[in-house]
């Protein structure tokens, strides 16, 4: 056992220092003289150059980057302010705050409305509506929350931190077990769900009212991703665990669904 004992390690109450080999370079010798001392000895070397600049910390984003897509940059003339807007999810919450925002002030507010963490997410291409859904047990349904993005943008800048019961527009409950994707077509008439992998039903909606128009099952097993055409307002594609689905949106019916080999 006497053996095993590192030599620096208290032994009879008494403790002997590291040798100088074990030593850890301290900061200041870091940046004054390269950590001669680890050089000497070939422990590994990290230098700063003499000219190194150091960075100082403006603001902080609590993003884990969990969220396929989950950042999204906005700029538009129906936003209010003349930065950019950034929206990004923050667990079962939606953050949308001003882009350079000044030190000491933080223009920004929480969307809060679902009850589990949020798993997807969608601004409209006029930057009017944002779109998120949420993760869910098996067999529980999923909500999926249009907002207001132009008063939730009001609400930042007027220092109202819990702006969600004045940007929420609709809730929409068709799916259980977690929804995977959300996605507003090209003239913002459309929005479509994607429920998970115990759901796998693919629903489209009227953005302004909120009704359910249409749906159908997603892919052969489970929906994974989907995507409206960039000029077409009635068609989108779906991709799951078995091949690429696309569907067409006409008075208010799908149709013409076909499935591409892969």
């Not at 929206?87 to 933080?106: A, D, E, I, M, N």
């Not at 009850?115 to 006029?126: G, I, Q, Y």
């Not at 097993?221 to 067409?248: F, K, Y």
Request: aromatic letters at 4%; glycine letters at 10%.
């Amino acid at each position: 056992t006497a053996a095993l004992t590192p030599r620096w390690a208290p032994q009879r109450k008494s403790w002997t220092a590291p040798p100088s080999s074990h030593r850890r370079c301290a900061p200041a010798l870091l940046r004054r003289k390269g950590c001669a001392q680890g050089a000497a000895t070939g422990a590994p070397t990290m230098a700063l150059a003499d000219d190194a600049v150091t960075l100082k910390l403006d603001g902080l984003i609590g993003f884990s980057g969990d969220v396929p897509g989950g950042l999204k940059v906005v700029r538009s003339p129906n936003l209010p302010g003349d930065r950019e807007w950034l929206v990004y999810p923050l667990g079962s919450q939606v953050v949308v705050r001003q882009s350079g925002t000044s030190r000491g002030k933080s223009n920004l507010t929480f969307l809060t409305g679902h009850n589990d963490d949020v798993s997807c997410v969608c601004v409209s291409r006029d930057g009017r509506t944002l779109v998120t859904g949420q993760t869910a047990v098996q067999g529980v349904m999923s909500d999926v929350l249009v907002w207001d993005l132009a008063e939730a943008c009001e609400c930042a800048l007027s220092g109202d931190s819990q702006g969600g019961e004045r940007a929420l527009k609709h809730r929409l409950r068709q799916h259980k077990s977690g929804v995977q994707a959300v996605a507003i077509n090209c003239n913002d008439t459309f929005l479509a769900t994607l429920g998970g992998r115990d759901d796998n039903a693919l629903v489209i909606w009227d953005l302004d009212s909120g009704e359910a128009i249409c749906g159908q099952p997603a892919a052969a097993e489970s929906g994974l991703a989907m995507a409206w055409l960039r000029e077409n307002p009635d068609r989108l594609v779906t991709c799951g665990a078995g091949v690429p689905l696309a569907a067409t949106v006409t008075a208010g019916q799908a149709h013409e669904s076909k499935s591409f080999e892969a």
